[in-house]
């Protein structure tokens, strides 16, 4: 069965200090996609970035980047020069194909989540 | 163009009682989902269906039932509410085939007392 583990329960590093959240999943399946989503105080979930099994890029996004590692299944998402608003809960999530053809129908398994404190 | 939308947004039940939470898209998907989020327990599956009069468990699915009688809605039931259902509920829904693109609702914060 497939599990996602977040090790890092809570954060807390000043503003503008660099911060990486780690990420290891498991799965059987060979095609998979990994999520990242933000849950800030207000409760909502949004959405961050999705990778699929077959794309190792890593990839960069403003201050946000995210390190993809296959070998190690692992995916790291490293925000650089932390902000206040960045402070909340990050879940690190698994899709699986599962067992309809297309992909994806089974849900998402996501990790515990990271709470994330950035003070200032 | 509401996305997914949840209905109640909160409710504060007594041990026993019933209630049925809503959620519907507007989107045209086949696929919805329903997550509990219990504090440092990230979200866990508890139900899904993948097309109208279809439905299957999630990994957790004890004590609720559901329904999708149209394709726009998504019903999750609590027959006889326990304290431990105490959560807040998120639904999802994504296109056939793309079920790895989950669009979420606001969700629902649940308290049984």
């Known amino acids: 069965a497939q599990k996602v583990t977040q090790a890092q329960t809570e954060i807390s590093v000043v503003e503008k200090e660099d911060v990486t959240l780690d990420c290891v999943y498991e799965t059987r399946d060979t095609t998979y996609y990994l999520f990242w989503y933000k849950q800030p105080p207000s409760g909502e979930l949004v959405f961050l970035i999705r990778?699929?099994?077959?794309?190792?890029q890593n990839e960069i996004s403003g201050r946000y980047s995210w390190n993809f590692q296959k070998s190690t299944s692992s995916f790291n998402f490293t925000i650089t020069a932390s902000q206040v608003v960045d402070s909340a809960v990050y879940f690190c999530a698994l899709s699986e194909r599962g067992m309809y053809s297309g992909g994806g129908a089974d849900g998402l398994t996501f990790g515990k989540g990271t709470h994330l404190i950035i003070q200032p | 163009n509401a996305g997914v939308t949840q209905t109640p947004k909160f409710r504060v039940l007594k041990t026993g009682q019933s209630m049925t939470l809503l959620c519907a898209q507007d989107m045209n998907h086949e696929y919805m989902y329903w997550y509990r989020q219990d504090p440092g327990m990230g979200l866990r599956l508890i139900h899904y269906s993948v097309g109208e009069g279809t439905t299957a468990k999630g990994e957790v699915p004890d004590g609720y039932n559901v329904s999708r009688l149209k394709k726009q809605n998504f019903l999750l039931g609590l027959e006889s509410a326990a304290p431990s259902q105490t959560s807040v509920y998120f639904c999802a829904s994504s296109y056939r085939d793309r079920g790895y693109e989950q669009y979420f609702g606001p969700g629902t914060r649940l308290t049984v007392t």
């Open positions: 990778r699929n099994s077959f794309d190792e």
